[in-house]
């Protein structure tokens, strides 16, 4: 693969983009991509920018209800709700459809809660304790999900359109066609995560950890992956076009049938990968220019 880098943008895009997004991290997430792609637009990139907020549509027959009695428990404060789950270790709470947009939500106890199609778009939930939490087709969209535990956690067909999952822990979490487009996953843990056919175009993956993610039909374009660990992970038939792979760990992950058109892979670690053509990689580290 054969690609020379545009001269329109300086070497030091990338950087300046990382710097800039660890910086804004705690801003209001509307104002942090606007200034992003103000700061995308200087330094010549393109950037896909919305600002409206996609409508969520349930399964057909799904209950859109929670409980009035759990809903009121958590009306009353996050510090009332942890304690009340406390107090009340075998039940499960239903916040099934609750509306909690814009709710602060920081380091609630939501592990193993009922939140299908609930609607946390815009809430902060920083720190939040998600483990094994149903969050099947939830609205997440530009929520604050900075270092929230979602460990097991299932958010298949979640919408989590530009929302900030800066050092999360989404380790062996259901993300099966989840939207996660322009979201910051920066220095985020998936080990193990199931994103097959996922939506990630223009996600910001910097140092993830995605050791043995399944990534298989993915949407990756233009997606930022620098210094990513992808060892063993499989990308089987996703779409990598012009993502940013420089300096990822790829050794022993499954390339087979991928897009890697226009992608960046200087120094992108291929020992023991099976790459788009099916051939294992020999080793040692790949440079634009060795595919």
């Not at 700061?39 to 950037?47: A, K, N, R, T």
């Not at 609630?108 to 094994?132: C, H, I, T």
């Amino acid at each position: 693969m054969t690609e020379k880098q545009p001269s329109s943008v300086q070497p030091s895009a990338v950087t300046l983009q990382s710097i800039a997004q660890d910086i804004l991290t705690l801003l209001d997430r509307k104002a942090l991509l606007e200034l992003r792609a103000k700061i995308d637009s200087l330094l010549g990139l393109s950037v896909e920018l919305s600002t409206s907020e996609p409508t969520l549509h349930p399964s057909e027959g799904a209950i859109a209800e929670s409980s009035p009695e759990h809903l009121a428990w958590l009306q009353k404060g996050v510090v009332t709700w942890n304690d009340w789950r406390e107090q009340n270790r075998e039940l499960v709470p239903d916040l099934q459809g609750a509306n909690l947009s814009g709710f602060n939500l920081a380091f609630v106890n939501f592990a193993g809660v009922n939140l299908e199609y609930a609607n946390l778009s815009g809430a902060d939930m920083r720190g939040a304790f998600l483990k094994e939490a149903n969050m099947k087709g939830a609205n997440l969209y530009m929520a604050d999900l900075i270092g929230v535990n979602c460990q097991q956690a299932c958010l298949e067909a979640a919408n989590l359109q530009g929302a900030d999952i800066y050092k999360a822990n989404f380790s062996h979490a259901n993300l099966q066609e989840a939207n996660l487009i322009q979201a910051s996953i920066r220095r985020a843990t998936l080990v193990g995560a199931n994103l097959h056919r996922a939506k990630l175009k223009q996600a910001d993956l910097l140092q993830a950890n995605l050791v043995q993610t399944n990534l298989s039909q993915a949407d990756l374009q233009k997606a930022n992956m620098e210094g990513t660990n992808l060892i063993e992970a499989n990308l089987e038939e996703a779409n990598l076009l012009g993502a940013n792979l420089n300096r990822a760990n790829l050794c022993r992950a499954r390339l087979y049938k991928a897009n890697i058109l226009h992608a960046k892979i200087n120094g992108v670690t291929l020992k023991g990968a099976v790459m788009p053509d099916g051939t294992v990689h020999g080793g040692g580290t790949a440079a634009i220019g060795d595919q």
